[in-house]
């Protein structure tokens, strides 16, 4: 068990909707990366969150937005959802997220599936 | 434009042998590496990961090599257990940028 939790675990939604995927990091840790997994492929770095702010930002389409609350929680916001979204989602939080390269920890996943 | 290339999809080995795992990555400027493992439904779990200024670093069953000069990274698994079957991804990541970048990982089995 990493510390981070991910819900929900799975989500079936259909074409056209817009769908909220949450996250809670390990125990003090300030960061939060999204990242993507679409079928036999590897993980894709979406955007990061350092305690509050937007710090970095991937290939993450502009249907897609996320935040990160002030008690560090973080949400993915998935709208106008097309078949080619469905995927993993893998959030991971990492203690600081600024300066040398840290660890990444990673939640369990929220499978995706856009019918 | 794969950075990072696991160029095996699938490596079968039998227990109590070694585990070679490959991965070559093309953009000079990653510095620190590290090795994912994934099982099925679960997210990836850290393993282990390098520096670029060293060229092994070992944990346990588990030692990874660098190769800057035909930036490649190995990882070595010995004695593979059958609790190893899983799904391997490298990733790696340059100075100044916390964004791992992953490749499509290599398939593991390990049979008794």
């Known amino acids: 068990d990493s510390g981070v939790t991910q819900t929900p675990k ?38 990061q969150y350092y305690n509050g702010e937007e710090r970095a930002k991937g290939n993450i389409l502009e249907r897609f937005s996320a935040q990160q609350f002030p008690d ?31 660890t990444q920890y990673f939640g369990p996943g929220t499978r995706l599936l856009v019918l | ?23 070559d990555y093309t953009n000079s400027m990653f510095d620190y590496f590290l090795w994912y493992k994934k099982y099925p439904a679960e997210g990836p779990t850290f393993l282990i990961s390098i520096s670029s200024i060293k060229d092994k670093n070992e944990d ?40 791992l970048v992953f490749g499509t990982g290599t398939r593991l089995l390990v049979s008794p």
């Open chain 1, 10 to 47: 799975h989500l079936i939604t259909a074409t056209g909707q817009r769908v909220t995927l949450r996250c809670s990091p390990r125990s003090g840790d300030l960061s939060v990366y999204w990242y993507q997994q679409s079928l036999d492929q590897g993980l894709q770095f979406l955007i």
């Open chain 2, 1 to 23: 434009d794969q950075q990072v290339k696991q160029n095996s999809p699938s490596l079968s080995v039998q227990e109590g042998r070694i585990s070679i795992l490959n991965c």
């Open chain 2, 60 to 99: 346990g069953r588990f030692t990874v090599f660098l190769n800057k000069s035909a930036k490649h990274l190995s990882l070595h698994i010995v004695p593979s257990q059958p609790g190893d079957s899983a799904v391997y991804f490298c990733a790696a990541s340059a100075s100044g940028f916390q964004k």
């Open chain 1, 72 to 102: 560090l929680h973080s949400e993915l916001n998935l709208s106008s959802l097309e078949l080619g979204d469905s995927a993993l989602y893998f959030c991971a939080s990492s203690q600081s997220g600024t300066g040398a390269v840290e």
